[in-house]
DNA sequence: TGGAGCATGTAATGAGTTACATGATTGG
DNA sequence: CCAATCATGTAACTCATTACATGCTCCA
């Protein structure tokens, strides 16, 4: 049974904690998960049902408000450690920002200047973020897991950032 | 009129170049976009028909194999103006190994090896080339347009390779 | 005791990928 | 002249996002 990036996150997030809704493993999804995978509620409760039909998963018995919590099954977790050990596709670059700038010359230059200030904030937020995290998972000490995603988020921020203040935005509109 | 972006990039693409079929375009886009825009020959073929049924741009005459040359209209100038200048959401990152990582525990040292080892090569031929085509680019005179968007990808590949380069797999994986 | 907000899920739509079909060109 | 390859497009499917509905809880 093969699943999808998606499905396999859910079977680890599930084969941690025990069982969780689609509600909780959405939000846990968010949490652990979020700053380099992103997963919407509706998504969980696609696959959760996908794999429920599959036998990957299965539901107890439906609580207030309808909610059923999932738990891994044997065949959840053959299919969990097959995903963990696939290959990894080429992935798929998609950087919107540089998608813009492809068409710069038709872009109004002062929007442009806005533009890349929003987007320069919204980098330099990220990193200020991450770089408290080290410091307190340093001090609290956070799993080696988590540290190790964390540092890949603050060399690509700062990497970004540099850039930014590299970017010569006269020449870009001007010519 | 919105468009998203994959359909904003064909526009763009037609502004500049003047009537395609959607095969050259799929062709272009990936050419000239693909370092960090992915587009896929069904897209184009569907947002095409779309815009097409929304008066963005205009279906030629068919010739050999039903190949339609496509024109953008004013209204797709007008599309494309608009889409260029809108604001640029947050953007979703999504980072195969990282999530990857995140499951490390339950994955086999050996296999973790192999599969980081695969990505950084992976990664260092993509900034090898990049290296390349910036020297070739400064030589021959590419357009800033270009240049910006290339030197992003060396920044990003390069501390991607740093960061590959700074992680300890004997801590990950043994504790 | 009622309404604000949280928890839970479904439906509808849009975007992206893979697999398929087939007509033209062309070099051997 | 025919087999390989290129050009062109369609169909089917999977994945992702947005919008909607509604039941619980709790505190003012």
Redesign the pocket.
Known sequence: M??????AALLGLLRRSGPA???????RAQEELGDYW?????????????MAAAGLVQ?GE?????????TVTDAGLSAFTAWLHSDL?AD?V?IPLLLRLAFVDALDPTRLAELVAEQRAQHAARLAAYEDLERAGIEVGGTDRDLVTLRFGIAYERAVLTWFDGLDLQALTGG
Chains 1, 2 share one sequence.
């Open positions: 093969e699943v999808n990036a998606t499905a809704t689609g509600y909780a493993l959405a939000q992103t997963v919407t509620r509706s998504q969980v409760y696609r696959e959760l049902a996908a539901a439906a609580g207030a408000r309808d909610a059923r919590p999932y596709g798929v998609r």
